[in-house]
T-cell receptor
Framework: AQSVTQLDSQVPVFEEAPVELRCNYS??????LFWYVQYPNQGLQLLLK??????LVKGINGFEAEFNKSQTSFHLRKPSVHISDTAEYFCAVSTGRDDKIIFGKGTRLHILP | NAGVTQTPKFRVLKTGQSMTLLCAQD?????MYWYRQDPGMGLRLIHY???????AKGEVPDGYNVSRLKKQNFLLGLESAAPSQTSVYFCASSFTVEVAGEQFFGPGTRLTVL
């Protein structure tokens, strides 16, 4: 069975500074990987996804993530954050072979002025 | 195109009361899911459906029932609510597993059980 670990429950960062949110996964088969974002009092929306091909994936709002198979990681990065990036971010994994995806516990991104 | 909608947005119940949460999607998706979100726990899958007339248990199904009588609707029922069911409930839908799990979420229902 697959699992997802988000290593930080909260990440504070100053506005305009870079940020990295860490995600590691475990699976015995090949996987698809996702990052979702949840703004306050809203549902989740897809930020980006890795299915195959280039290991560097670009998403909405200037975010990108890199798939590292040897490290079993899929870390999310943004070179310069804005106050509007305040949200909770969820990493998720799917094998594409069953009916579900597995979500991590989430990382709250706090943007400091 | 409304996407995924949930009714109601908020509800307060007393212990032992029953209620039904409605999820509707207009994207012709085959798969639908119910999750609950609790602080520090992330999203936990309650039940899901891979097509009209089918349902299956997720990670935390106890105390909940579901029905998928129409493709576009997925109902979540609480027969006898308990304070432990206080949570935010999210519905999601997706095409099929071949589209690699991209799910579309509703805005959530905030349920408080007193």
């Amino acid at each position: 069975a697959q699992s997802v670990t988000q290593l930080d429950s909260q990440v504070p960062v100053f506005e305009e500074a870079p940020v990295e949110l860490r995600c590691n996964y475990s699976s015995s088969v090949s996987v698809y990987l996702f990052w979702y974002v949840q703004y306050p009092n809203q549902g989740l929306q897809l930020l980006l996804k890795y299915l195959s091909g280039s290991t560097l994936v670009k998403g909405i709002n200037g975010f990108e993530a890199e798939f590292n198979k040897s490290q079993t990681s899929f870390h999310l990065r943004k070179p310069s954050v804005h106050i509007s990036d305040t949200a909770e971010y969820f990493c998720a994994v799917s094998t594409g072979r069953d009916d579900k995806i597995i979500f991590g516990k989430g990382t709250r991104l706090h943007i400091l002025p | 195109n409304a996407g995924v909608t949930q009714t109601p947005k908020f509800r307060v119940l007393k212990t032992g009361q029953s209620m039904t949460l409605l999820c509707a999607q207009d994207m012709n998706h085959e798969y639908m899911y119910w999750y609950r979100q609790d602080p520090g726990m992330g999203l936990r899958l309650i039940h899901y459906s891979v097509g009209e007339g089918t349902t299956a248990k997720g990670e935390v199904p106890d105390g909940y029932n579901v029905s998928r009588l129409k493709k576009q609707n997925f109902l979540l029922g609480l027969e006898s609510a308990a304070p432990s069911q206080t949570s935010v409930y999210f519905c999601a839908s997706s095409f099929t597993v071949e589209v690699a799990g991209e799910q579309f979420f509703g805005p959530g229902t905030r349920l408080t059980v007193l």
